[in-house]
């Protein structure tokens, strides 16, 4: 049946989202909506939908439910494609954004916010630009294919990073090289991995390291979603990967220069190992009613 889609447009370094409350879990979101949603010429137009959910009224918030019982609140996100993702750094803190724009929540001074995601639990807290992301522990897939990507003239080998949801990351030699990428083609990875992965182009900055902070720039194409302005999980996947070829003395705090703007990136000590944090802003732009069938 036709129903009126309540919604507030978002955007995190350029990474933009539609985003609605169904707190009841009540509203059927379905791969075509999405796709109707997402459409930049005949919908609103964004890389993902993001709907706000009670963790206990979604059956994937179960699970951020037993893993923490003050992740209330479920951000369930959907590829501008219709296909469901684990996890959106930038949509993290949007979305956070939106639960305390809407009065859904609160972040106290000096405390945290824990988010239910396909991906566990992600606590927020407050930053100076906006909002800090702890993105939990993270490790290397194993996998490490071959990236071929429209002008590119030679293949690259790609390093396999989960950090919640896959990511495979090459190193380029200049900003020429990146600045000339095709990623209106989605690049071919051999071999390719079973969930697909969103593909991550880096150059060092020069010097790689200012200030005791390591400098990159970095353009993506996201599974699902095409070439986006931003990516938070592949800013920290491409992070992490550089400090990875880097070697030890590398730092653990970086800033990933991404078209968008800027995003912060920071490894941590944790209970249970290396944590690792996305820090950047977070706006919402509009608000508005679309009509869908």
């Not at 407050?126 to 030679?154: C, H, I, K, T, Y």
Request: aromatic residues 6%; proline residues 6%; negative net charge.
């Amino acid at each position: 049946m036709p129903f009126d889609l309540r919604f507030t447009k978002g955007q995190g370094t350029g990474n933009d989202f539609v985003l609605f409350a169904d707190p009841e879990g009540d509203s059927e979101l379905t791969p075509t909506r999405v796709r109707a949603v997402c459409d930049r010429r005949f919908g609103v137009g964004a890389d993902g939908v993001i709907r706000a959910v009670r963790s206990a009224n979604l059956d994937a918030g179960e699970g951020s439910l037993a893993e923490d019982r003050d992740a209330v609140w479920f951000m369930d996100y959907w590829n501008a494609d219709g296909s469901v993702s684990e996890m959106c750094g930038n949509g993290v803190r949007v979305f956070t954004s939106y639960l305390l724009d809407q009065g859904f929540a609160d972040i106290p001074p000096g405390g945290e916010l824990a988010i239910g995601t396909r991906a566990g639990v992600k606590r927020v807290s407050r930053s100076v630009n906006g909002f800090q992301v702890d993105m939990g522990r993270w490790r290397l897939d194993g996998s490490d294919p071959l990236v071929r990507a429209r002008e590119l003239p030679v293949a690259r080998p790609g390093l396999g990073i989960d950090v919640g949801n896959p990511h495979v990351v090459v190193a380029l030699a200049d900003d020429d090289e990146l600045d000339g990428l095709d990623l209106g083609y989605v690049p071919i990875l051999d071999p390719v991995p079973a969930a697909g992965a969103n593909v991550e182009f880096v150059v060092p900055a020069e010097p790689l390291v200012e200030d005791g902070v390591g400098r990159i720039r970095m353009r993506v194409h996201e599974r699902g979603s095409g070439e986006t302005l931003s990516c938070g999980t592949g800013a920290v996947a491409a992070a992490l990967a550089v400090r990875h070829w880097a070697g030890s003395g590398a730092p653990n705090d970086w800033r990933v220069q991404v078209p968008g703007g800027v995003l912060g990136v920071r490894m941590f000590q944790a209970d249970d190992g290396e944590h690792v944090a996305l820090s950047g802003p977070a706006e919402l732009v509009f608000d508005g009613v679309l009509s869908l069938a």
